[in-house]
């Protein structure tokens, strides 16, 4: 049993990273207003340049500044169609999806089968050993690649960023009130530019952490969701870093019971009352794909709850999230 | 995506039958036969990588075009289901004598659209469906997964195999009955387990199950996805790998176990013979370990030398026919209709039960 939950653990905090980086990116980018169904596609996008830089250069490191690199300019597409051109923002995320689907398919085709040597797992220096020995969350937390704790570190420095610099409060004000924030001398479409760029980034270093540490391959569409995941999880933390950090790791639970559960017995034996009804309950619920479905459940749940608690609604969604902005005045 | 290159023999034929196509059997001016050869078009669903799938069809390809002179192929790759119909008739429309289409889901749109092209053949891989000019075909992959069985059950120390599949389908229940008999049969205290990942292709979820298996005690692996992802973790985990379709041996390193190969030019070479003598017929192909249409891979460098005979004895075995892979077990004596699509329940040694797909 201290087994299954160490694995749990361990595979709860490996799931989550992904979900981390890209989620952290997704919410930069809501947080200005500008909405990016992309990520998928970025995603993607920064797990074959992560891929191929490393191949050819023999470099993880430099893959991952490549990949970086790579979600960040992708993202511009969006940013212009979106802040330059006034697009519709879904339809521009979307289409960078299929966009970002497409190439890494066609581009990375001959990549796919091959392997590399990515960011091996270590141990923090000096403390590192003590901490591994910590019963169930020791090896999950503290022996991991490189991009596992840079993921865990961003959330704080996000938060810090929003909240604590000035660059990222007016990037908020950008996404809560653009026109107030025009007015106070904030630029609009530049900040706007940053926050997608940002977010862009954020989810090539997702991509990459796939291609680099979790797997060290590349194949296509190896991201399987999870950028949808991430746009939901944004929902879920309803805009809040420190809660991407919280959703990750539930999330990240469903991803792990969902191949854990399936070497567990749960069947109720035949002394537990209304064990005949409970049983196909039970099979269903943990049903490997229904269990598949849970994040997005969730993420209905919290949508739910949260027009019920209208105090806090104020707090979530940026009010100016999905519209464009243009200083014409009419 | 259709590569065409257009030859001196399609220019010919595009001259002469411009706007008679339809007229072709009632003329009697059939292909099949003819001195001037066959050309074959091949359908993948998707682009052709380095392994998996629809690399062993292209490899295949490629071999029978490299081996007859009076053979002429041409492929498209990433072809929708919904599209293959126009693939299709764009490949009849420029002379193409005989289609291959590779996936699943080809098989009701080529099963409608046959009737309409009398004369040529159509051959579509791993459905169910046949008509006169359209015959279906597909490998005993199981039997050569009842060999990597073999292998794995001498190999594992811990007696726990683990299984990472896809969908619960016959197909995939088939072929991990077949891995876990050939291990049970030399090593009668196995067990093994099985995590579903309800994808085809989701390298970090076949990750995360390995880890899954690997934790619960597994030190045998085997997968059933199109990519890497299994074959490397486990040897990141220094369990042993075993997969499919195409040899993984780079992946896997030293830690490589071996692969059920589909080896498909072993039934392209003859079927496309038979086209161009003349004879072909609609048929229902499934072979396997005997015809070559499978076969497994070469072992990894650490699977000592016994193990590999004691495979090759077995493979004998099965060649001859003095062996099926369902001797012993529950499914003795089953009919190829009912192991080809109805086998839904695990054999002996396999924990827990077939979840509903």
Redesign the interface.
């Given at each position: 049993m201290a087994?299954?939950v160490?694995?749990l653990a361990?595979?709860t905090v490996?799931?989550s990273t992904?979900l981390i980086l890209a989620g952290l990116g997704e919410l930069i980018s809501e947080r200005a207003g500008v909405l990016n169904l992309g990520v998928e596609g970025i995603m993607l996008v920064g797990a074959l340049s992560g891929f191929v830089t490393a191949f050819v250069t023999g470099s993880y490191w430099l893959g991952f500044g490549v990949a970086i690199l790579a979600g960040g300019l992708i993202s511009l597409v969006h940013a212009f169609l979106c802040i330059s051109l006034n697009s519709d923002q879904a339809v521009s995320g979307i289409m960078l999806t299929l966009l970002g689907t497409g190439l890494t398919?066609?581009f990375g085709?001959?990549?796919?089968?091959?392997?590399i040597s990515g960011f091996p797992e270590r141990t923090l220096p000096l403390v590192g050993e003590y901490l591994v020995e910590i019963p169930i969350l020791g090896t999950a937390l503290f022996q991991s690649t490189v991009t596992d704790y840079a993921a865990l570190l961003l959330v704080p420095v996000v938060w810090l960023f929003l909240y604590r610099t000035n660059i990222g409060l007016e990037l908020v004000s950008v996404g809560e009130d653009p026109e107030t924030a025009d007015t106070m001398g904030v630029d609009v479409f530049k900040m706007r530019y940053l926050a997608v760029v940002l977010g862009g980034m954020f989810a090539g270093a997702a991509g990459a952490h796939?291609s680099l540490a979790?797997?060290?391959?590349w194949?296509?569409?190896?991201t399987?969701g999870?950028g949808w995941i991430a746009v939901a999880l944004v929902i879920f933390a309803r805009w809040r870093p420190e809660r991407i950090l919280l959703g990750a790791y539930l999330f990240g639970l469903f991803?792990?019971l969902q191949?854990?559960s399936?070497?567990l017995?749960i069947t109720l034996g035949t002394g537990v009352p209304l064990a005949g009804l409970l049983n196909p309950v039970l099979?269903f619920v943990l049903?490997?794909?229904i269990m598949?479905t849970y994040p997005y459940i969730v993420t209905l749940l919290v949508l739910v709850l949260t027009v019920f608690r209208a105090e806090n609604r104020e707090l979530a969604q940026p009010s100016a999230l999905v519209q464009s902005y243009s200083r014409e005045l009419d | 995506m259709v590569r065409k290159q257009l030859t001196r023999r399609d220019a010919l034929k595009a001259a002469t039958t411009t706007g008679l196509i339809g007229l072709a059997g009632c003329s009697g001016g059939s292909s099949s036969g003819d001195s001037d050869g066959v050309s074959a078009a091949f359908i993948y669903q998707a682009e052709v990588s380095d392994v998996g799938w629809d690399r062993a069809h292209e490899d295949a390809r490629q071999a029978v075009t490299d081996q007859y002179d009076w053979l002429e192929t041409e492929f498209s790759e990433a072809v929708a289901p919904g599209d293959v119909q126009r693939v299709i008739e764009q490949y009849i429309s420029s002379g193409m004598d005989a289609i291959f289409g590779t996936t699943f889901g080809y098989m009701d749109p080529m099963h409608e659209i046959a009737p309409e092209y009398p004369d040529v053949v159509f051959e579509h891989c791993s459905g169910f469906k046949t008509r006169e000019n359209m015959g279906r075909y597909y490998g005993r992959l199981y039997q050569a997964r009842f060999l990597c069985g073999v292998a794995a059950g001498l190999l594992t120390e811990t007696n726990q195999l683990g299984y990472v599949g896809a969908f619960p389908i016959p197909e995939l229940v088939r072929q991990i009955n077949a891995f876990v008999r050939g291990a049970r049969l030399v090593n009668p205290d196995v067990t093994a387990s099985v995590r579903w990942t309800n994808a085809w292709l989701d390298p970090p979820a076949v990750t995360q199950a390995v880890n899954a298996l690997v934790n619960d005690g597994a030190d045998v692996i085997n997968n059933h996805q199109t990519s890497t992802a299994a074959v490397q973790t486990a040897a990141d985990n220094e369990a042993y790998a075993f997969t499919y379709t195409t040899s993984m041996a780079d992946a896997g390193g030293d830690w490589y176990g071996s692969s059920a190969l589909f080896n498909w030019e072993e039934f392209y070479g003859p079927t496309l013979e038979a086209i161009n003598n003349g004879n072909w017929e609609s048929e229902a192909y499934w072979n396997g370990l005997d015809a070559g249409v499978v076969g497994v891979d070469d072992f990894g460098p650490q699977v000592p030398d016994d193990v590999v005979s004691e495979v090759e004895t077995y493979e004998e075995e099965i060649v001859s026919g003095d062996r099926t892979v369902w001797q012993g077990t529950k499914f003795e004596g089953e009919s190829d209709e009912f192991l080809f699509g109805e086998m839904s329940s695990y054999v002996e040694g396999i924990e827990g039960e077939v979840p509903n797909s």
């Amino acid at each position: 049993m201290a087994g299954l939950v160490t694995g749990l653990a361990n595979a709860t905090v490996n799931a989550s990273t992904v979900l981390i980086l890209a989620g952290l990116g997704e919410l930069i980018s809501e947080r200005a207003g500008v909405l990016n169904l992309g990520v998928e596609g970025i995603m993607l996008v920064g797990a074959l340049s992560g891929f191929v830089t490393a191949f050819v250069t023999g470099s993880y490191w430099l893959g991952f500044g490549v990949a970086i690199l790579a979600g960040g300019l992708i993202s511009l597409v969006h940013a212009f169609l979106c802040i330059s051109l006034n697009s519709d923002q879904a339809v521009s995320g979307i289409m960078l999806t299929l966009l970002g689907t497409g190439l890494t398919t066609y581009f990375g085709n001959s990549w796919s089968g091959k392997s590399i040597s990515g960011f091996p797992e270590r141990t923090l220096p000096l403390v590192g050993e003590y901490l591994v020995e910590i019963p169930i969350l020791g090896t999950a937390l503290f022996q991991s690649t490189v991009t596992d704790y840079a993921a865990l570190l961003l959330v704080p420095v996000v938060w810090l960023f929003l909240y604590r610099t000035n660059i990222g409060l007016e990037l908020v004000s950008v996404g809560e009130d653009p026109e107030t924030a025009d007015t106070m001398g904030v630029d609009v479409f530049k900040m706007r530019y940053l926050a997608v760029v940002l977010g862009g980034m954020f989810a090539g270093a997702a991509g990459a952490h796939l291609s680099l540490a979790f797997n060290e391959i590349w194949s296509a569409s190896m991201t399987s969701g999870r950028g949808w995941i991430a746009v939901a999880l944004v929902i879920f933390a309803r805009w809040r870093p420190e809660r991407i950090l919280l959703g990750a790791y539930l999330f990240g639970l469903f991803n792990a019971l969902q191949l854990y559960s399936q070497g567990l017995d749960i069947t109720l034996g035949t002394g537990v009352p209304l064990a005949g009804l409970l049983n196909p309950v039970l099979n269903f619920v943990l049903n490997p794909t229904i269990m598949s479905t849970y994040p997005y459940i969730v993420t209905l749940l919290v949508l739910v709850l949260t027009v019920f608690r209208a105090e806090n609604r104020e707090l979530a969604q940026p009010s100016a999230l999905v519209q464009s902005y243009s200083r014409e005045l009419d | 995506m259709v590569r065409k290159q257009l030859t001196r023999r399609d220019a010919l034929k595009a001259a002469t039958t411009t706007g008679l196509i339809g007229l072709a059997g009632c003329s009697g001016g059939s292909s099949s036969g003819d001195s001037d050869g066959v050309s074959a078009a091949f359908i993948y669903q998707a682009e052709v990588s380095d392994v998996g799938w629809d690399r062993a069809h292209e490899d295949a390809r490629q071999a029978v075009t490299d081996q007859y002179d009076w053979l002429e192929t041409e492929f498209s790759e990433a072809v929708a289901p919904g599209d293959v119909q126009r693939v299709i008739e764009q490949y009849i429309s420029s002379g193409m004598d005989a289609i291959f289409g590779t996936t699943f889901g080809y098989m009701d749109p080529m099963h409608e659209i046959a009737p309409e092209y009398p004369d040529v053949v159509f051959e579509h891989c791993s459905g169910f469906k046949t008509r006169e000019n359209m015959g279906r075909y597909y490998g005993r992959l199981y039997q050569a997964r009842f060999l990597c069985g073999v292998a794995a059950g001498l190999l594992t120390e811990t007696n726990q195999l683990g299984y990472v599949g896809a969908f619960p389908i016959p197909e995939l229940v088939r072929q991990i009955n077949a891995f876990v008999r050939g291990a049970r049969l030399v090593n009668p205290d196995v067990t093994a387990s099985v995590r579903w990942t309800n994808a085809w292709l989701d390298p970090p979820a076949v990750t995360q199950a390995v880890n899954a298996l690997v934790n619960d005690g597994a030190d045998v692996i085997n997968n059933h996805q199109t990519s890497t992802a299994a074959v490397q973790t486990a040897a990141d985990n220094e369990a042993y790998a075993f997969t499919y379709t195409t040899s993984m041996a780079d992946a896997g390193g030293d830690w490589y176990g071996s692969s059920a190969l589909f080896n498909w030019e072993e039934f392209y070479g003859p079927t496309l013979e038979a086209i161009n003598n003349g004879n072909w017929e609609s048929e229902a192909y499934w072979n396997g370990l005997d015809a070559g249409v499978v076969g497994v891979d070469d072992f990894g460098p650490q699977v000592p030398d016994d193990v590999v005979s004691e495979v090759e004895t077995y493979e004998e075995e099965i060649v001859s026919g003095d062996r099926t892979v369902w001797q012993g077990t529950k499914f003795e004596g089953e009919s190829d209709e009912f192991l080809f699509g109805e086998m839904s329940s695990y054999v002996e040694g396999i924990e827990g039960e077939v979840p509903n797909s």
